[in-house]
């Protein structure tokens, strides 16, 4: 019997250093409503009697001219996430991805285990930046039986790995996988009895 589960780890890499389509939108539109503030503020003691400072005119167009440097690296950022297949970029770990754990992000990898449950011994590992298992099931079995060299295996996963054609693939490779279908109803979060506590008595 093995039983397979993943872990996030965080990488090196920080969320701000972590860029996807969104945010590097929503990025650009700050500098950019910056750089017009920054622009009203100069017309304005333009505009004046009595002159602005020096001073006051170089520091405001210090600050427009770092904003102008960071949208040419936010522009340049872009085109690599035009090119990226999965829309995000990683600028210290560029193989880290964003994702989700426990209701929060992280920059990180999903790392794969494949454990013995009776000698308690990792039998086999993958290092993954996609965020969820559903996909890992079956290439996690077949690696995990090819590393213990038999025919027959029996396989347990936590609900995350609920994916049809992943169970498929795993009995089409004589695999028997025990992986609970994810609760889908909303009945036990709103307080109420869901399906699986009733059985039918005939």
Not at 41 to 65: F, G
Not at 72 to 95: G, M
Not at 169 to 190: F, L, N, R, W
């Amino acid at each position: 019997l093995i039983a397979i589960d993943g872990s996030k780890f965080k990488a090196v890499n920080n969320r701000d250093r972590n860029f996807t389509s969104a945010k590097l939108k929503r990025r650009m539109e700050e500098i950019e409503a910056s750089i017009s503030r920054y622009l009203s503020s100069l017309d304005a003691a333009d505009q004046q009697d009595r002159p602005a400072s020096d001073a006051n005119v170089m520091r405001l167009e210090e600050r427009i001219a770092k904003l102008k440097v960071q949208m040419k690296e936010l522009q340049s950022i872009e085109a690599q996430l035009n090119e990226s297949p999965d829309k995000q970029v990683s600028l210290t770990d560029p193989d880290a991805r964003s994702m989700m754990t426990r209701g929060t992000g992280i920059v990180g990898y999903n790392v794969q285990t494949a454990v013995d449950t009776k000698h308690h011994l990792i039998v086999a590992h993958e290092v993954t930046n996609v965020g969820s298992d559903r996909d890992q099931l079956s290439p996690m079995a077949k690696q995990a039986r090819e590393a213990m060299g038999t025919e027959k295996l029996s396989v347990v996963a936590d609900r995350g790995y609920f994916k049809s054609e992943e169970i498929l693939a795993c009995h089409d490779a004589g695999i028997v996988t025990y992986v609970p279908k994810p609760m889908t109803s909303a009945a036990k979060a709103d307080g109420r009895f869901n399906n699986d506590a009733f059985i039918y008595d005939a």
